[in-house]
């Protein structure tokens, strides 16, 4: 409230440029005392202002409030150009996420075998037949002849699968098994359980060219005996590999790969389950179809 609201003191009518000039024309100077002091005609009260300035404070801010909130509701419908799934704001503000978000293609449906298959011939189908083909080539099938060679003709093209059977038929010699507590066929002892599984953690995309793309494939692994009679429990690993995929009629195939170890994190503090657990928590728990 400015001064002149309150009896024109202040830069109404009545005032003149005279320092001691009265209100209203009366020649009379008017003194101010505090409330309830003063006993004459000239000295009334002082009107509290803060009553009708508070009221209309609160009005003001009730006022904008439902303003704003109108407004924000006014964009759940109004199926602006960048509206993705019903809010409101531009493609400028969201986070570029694209590194860990879903990219909404389409999940396959198919399957070569025990590998899944169909995956689009693009980027995004590149990188995800490269996880799905490192978790069969990580699998515990890799540990028996058969099954084995149908991993192998199901990821790779044929004259790759040609050339790796030989080789892998020898690196997994009965030597090798026995190792880990395998047969030479590649069973557990009765009572055990050999645990392999790979689980990817992430992709990258090192080249992609129409029809062949590289892609590297970073992942967890387990890998152990579990039972009561093992001498090489279920441990953990880290690595990445690297494929060179091709095109084909039959979709992405892998040509030729290599493999490194980490990169790892520091182990964490979780005290180790029991062979029991293991074993069981393998039983119930399946994998994935992994998607990019």
């Known amino acids: 409230m400015s001064l002149g609201d309150e009896n024109d003191y202040g830069s109404g009518p009545g005032r003149t440029d005279d320092g001691y000039s009265t ?16 006993g004459d005609g000239y ?37 602006n150009g960048n509206d993705n799934g019903g809010g409101s704001g531009s493609a400028g503000n969201k986070p570029d996420s694209s590194s860990t978000a879903a990219t909404g293609t389409k999940p396959v449906t198919g399957k070569n075998g025990s590998i899944p298959s169909g ?20 699998s515990a099938g890799m540990f028996k002849t058969d099954t084995r060679h149908e991993i192998v003709n199901a990821i790779y093209t044929a004259a790759a699968a040609a050339k790796l059977r030989g ?9 090798f098994l026995g190792k880990l507590g395998l047969d030479p066929d590649g069973n557990a002892p009765q009572g ?10 992430g992709t990258k995309l090192e080249a992609f060219e ?10 967890t692994g387990l890998i152990g005996m579990s039972g009561p009679e093992s001498t090489d ?9 690297t494929v060179q995929l091709s095109w084909t009629s039959d979709g992405w195939r892998a040509v030729s790969d290599t493999q490194k170890d980490g990169p790892a994190p520091v182990p964490g503090d ?13 039983e119930e728990y399946g994998g994935f179809t992994y998607a990019r």
Request: glycine share 12%; net charge positive; aromatic share 8%.
């Open 23 to 38: 209100i209203g024309g009366t020649r009379q100077t008017r003194t101010r005392f505090p409330d309830g002091e003063g």
């Open 192 to 201: 055990s359980t050999f645990i392999s599984r790979t689980i990817p953690v």
């Open 210 to 219: 129409g029809d062949t793309a590289k892609v590297s494939v970073w992942y």
């Open 270 to 282: 979780v005290a180790a389950s029991s062979s029991d657990e293991i074993s069981k928590a393998v």
């Open 233 to 241: 429990p279920v441990r953990t690993s880290w690595k990445t590999w």
């Open 167 to 175: 080789p892998q038929d020898g690196a997994y010699s009965s030597d």
């Open 119 to 138: 995956f689009a011939h693009d980027e995004q189908g590149a990188q995800s037949a490269a996880s799905n083909f490192a978790v069969a080539l990580g």
């Open 43 to 79: 000295t009334t009260p002082r009107r509290p202002a803060r009553n009708s300035r508070s009221l209309v404070t609160v009005v003001g801010v009730v006022v904008l409030l439902i303003a704003a909130i109108a407004f924000a509701n006014m964009g759940g419908g109004g199926g």
